[in-house]
């Protein structure tokens, strides 16, 4: 593999607007999932998690969300350490998670599940005003407001979700797998989505099953493995990298042998 390069596992501490530092988690008394992980995450950035089935990428945002405590290390929102936090305080501080799967209630209206992103904001005008913010930004939402939600396809559907979890105005949005179930074409738009949200001021911290899609998208890249960062820097950088992509992208060897048949099958784990 080559040298490690400047990037969000690497880079010193500045102006991030997350950092992940040294973190080591796991589940229950399990062995570790986390070994030592650092991604940072700078402002009007995408970063992207890659790597293998079950390298850990869904951790690193559980742990973020607060929705899986760390068993060591620190994590910083905007310079301040919110280590230990739960979930609705992760949310408080900047953090909002968009779970794999779908998760609009199909039962309501997009519009209520929109405003469903906003149960912690008391001011009125500020969720009307936040509101008009994402109806702006994803013109679907807008234009079916008083659809049921489960009539929406599942690209739609997940513009709703994105939405959603726009509206307590987050410093970074967590998305795991957003493509995933999706059609190429509502995948692009999803990704196209996911730049709209960088480009109107929050960064985004991305899993992906379709990783050459993701680092095509993304500002900076993450490759884990084992539950630490094997090489990050420049998504390009990532994408341009011969090993990397024999290893985790589906590539050819210049010499013309198989590629791994997915982006994500692990080299220790050949399908
Ligand atoms: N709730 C859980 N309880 C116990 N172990 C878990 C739990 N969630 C994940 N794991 C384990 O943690 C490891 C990392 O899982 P994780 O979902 O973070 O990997 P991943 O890189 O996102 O993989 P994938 O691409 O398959 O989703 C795996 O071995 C998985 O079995």
Not at 41 to 70: F, I, R, Y
Request: net charge neutral; charged share 20%; aromatic share 4%.
């Amino acid at each position: 593999m080559g040298s490690e390069q400047q990037g969000p596992g690497q880079q010193g501490a500045g102006e991030h607007l997350l950092e992940l530092v040294d973190i080591e988690a796991g589940y229950g008394r399990a062995a570790l999932v986390l070994r030592g992980l650092t991604v940072r995450v700078p402002p009007a950035s995408v970063v992207c998690l890659v790597g293998p089935n079950g390298a850990g990428k869904s951790t690193v945002l559980k742990v973020a969300s607060g929705m899986l405590a760390p068993r060591s290390g620190r994590i910083v929102v905007g310079g301040r350490d919110v280590t230990g936090r739960r979930p609705q305080q992760m949310l408080q501080a900047g953090l909002s998670h968009v779970l794999q799967g779908h998760s609009v209630f199909k039962e309501m209206s997009v519009a209520e599940n929109v405003l469903l992103g906003a149960y912690t904001v008391k001011d009125r005008s500020e969720v009307a005003e936040r509101a008009a913010f994402v109806r702006d930004l994803f013109p679907v939402v807008a234009q079916r407001w008083d659809s049921l939600a489960g009539v929406l396809s599942g690209g739609q559907q997940k513009q709703v979700e994105f939405a959603r979890s726009l509206m307590v105005s987050p410093r970074v949005v967590l998305l795991d797998e957003p493509s995933m179930g999706l059609d190429p074409r509502a995948t692009n738009t999803v990704f196209e989505q996911v730049l709209r949200m960088r480009d109107a001021g929050t960064a985004v911290l991305l899993v992906e099953q379709n990783a050459r899609h993701a680092l095509e998208t993304a500002d900076l890249g993450c490759v884990l493995d084992l539950g630490r960062v094997h090489v990050s820097g420049p998504a390009a950088d990532l994408l341009a990298d011969p090993q990397l992509g024999e290893l985790y992208l589906g590539q050819r060897r210049a010499s013309g042998s198989a590629p791994h048949p997915t982006t994500t099958t692990s080299p220790r784990e050949p399908a």
